[in-house]
Antibody, heavy 118, light 110 residues
Framework: EVQLLESGGGLVQPGGSLRLSCAASGFTFSRSGMSWVRQAPGKGLEYVSVITSSGGATYYADSVKGRFTISRDNSKNTLYLQMNSLRTEDTAVYYC???????????WGQGTLVTVSS | QTVVTQEPSFSVSPGGTVTLTCGLSSGSVSTSYYPSWYQQTPGQAPRTLIDSTNTRSSGVPDRFSGSILENKAALTITGAQADDECDYYCVLYIGSGIYVFGTGTKVTVL
């Protein structure tokens, strides 16, 4: 059974940093692209970032480019999202997702809440 | 900036059929955008329904189907049930590793 467990969310001040983690199990992590998707309170889903299976390529939404860094440790089956220069508009539940596979995010974690506020 | 548009809300009767659409602010949606569809109950993680236009994900009932209709991606629910009442999102792949989520449709079954 595929399981994705996010951690690292919390309250941070504007301009601050936070690192999210996603522990994966139930599939061959090193063969799967991985992604982060977020959802602001009461709003829709928003693509954040994708990393290829090897970590050799990364992609970002314009809204986070230059501030967020996606990475992975295939020896630990763990995905990361380093978030710097956080803004109030980054407040959201951040979901870790397996994929894209066939251009689809095929499994999702339960999410971790990041609140950016003074 | 690419905007992917969905109907804000839809109402369907139990047992009825509803078709949700997913369009581009400029241009037509084709299979080359690899549209996928997701279902989300408030407070829960999304669930994947359809990938690559029309392939149902594992465990998804066959009352859900995907297609391209009149230059938009479409999700049809045939024989709607009470637990189909939730939010639905489409996603389009626009190239260079970038995906764009639609604005979402809230479906009410009553």
């Amino acid at each position: 059974e595929v399981q994705l467990l996010e951690s690292g969310g919390g309250l941070v001040q504007p301009g601050g940093s936070l690192r999210l983690s996603c522990a994966a199990s139930g599939f061959t992590f090193s063969r799967s692209g991985m992604s982060w998707v977020r959802q602001a309170p009461g709003k829709g889903l928003e693509y954040v970032s994708v990393i290829t299976s090897s970590g050799g390529a990364t992609y970002y939404a314009d809204s986070v480019k230059g501030r967020f860094t996606i990475s992975r440790d295939n020896s630990k089956n763990t995905l990361y999202l380093q978030m710097n220069s956080l803004r109030t508009e980054d407040t959201a539940v951040y979901y870790c997702a397996k994929g894209p596979r066939n251009w689809t995010f095929d499994y999702w974690g339960q999410g971790t809440l990041v609140t950016v506020s003074s | 900036q690419t905007v992917v548009t969905q109907e804000p809300s839809f109402s369907v009767s139990p047992g009825g059929t509803v078709t949700l659409t997913c369009g581009l602010s400029s241009g037509s949606v084709s299979t080359s955008y690899y549209p996928s569809w997701y279902q989300q109950t408030p407070g829960q993680a999304p669930r994947t329904l359809i990938d690559s236009t029309n392939t149902r994900s594992s465990g998804v009932p066959d009352r859900f189907s995907g297609s391209i209709l009149e230059n938009k991606a479409a999700l049809t629910i045939t024989g709607a049930q009470a637990d189909d009442e939730c939010d639905y999102y489409c996603v389009l792949y626009i190239g260079s590793g970038i995906y764009v989520f639609g604005t979402g449709t809230k479906v009410t079954v009553l």
